[in-house]
Nanobody
């Protein structure tokens, strides 16, 4: 069955870096767009970054553009999120997600675009 397992979260100070990983199994990873979302307490889940199945096209939320970098290793069925210059407002649970079959890149920022999610990894940034 499809599985997505995030890792790499933790407690860091503002300005630090973290690298999140999402290891996947149960599907042909190289055929799917992937994304990272985050959810802070009391807030809705929000789009962070997405990467096309080729790895050549990416998209970022304005709040993380220039600080975060999404990448993928299709040989290892893993997607990454490098987070630099972390701010307290980046504190949230971070989730990776897999594109829903039949959907197109145009919907990449919408939660409905994705059908499988990981369990999340907590990132806490202290100021």
């Amino acid at each position: 069955q499809v599985q997505l397992v995030e890792s790499g979260g933790g407690l860091v100070q503002a300005g630090a870096s973290l690298r999140l990983s999402c290891a996947t199994s149960g599907f042909t990873f190289s055929n799917y767009h992937m994304a990272w979302f985050r959810q802070a307490p009391g807030k809705e889940r929000e789009f962070v970054a997405a990467i096309a199945w080729t790895g050549f096209t990416t998209d970022y939320a304005e709040s993380v553009k220039g600080r975060f970098n999404i990448s993928r290793d299709n040989a290892k069925n893993t997607v990454f999120l490098q987070m630099n210059s972390l701010k307290s407002e980046d504190t949230a649970a971070y989730y990776c997600a897999r594109q829903k079959d039949g959907s197109t890149w145009g919907g990449r920022r919408e939660i409905q675009f994705y059908d499988y999610w990981g369990q999340g990894t907590q990132v806490t940034v202290s100021s």
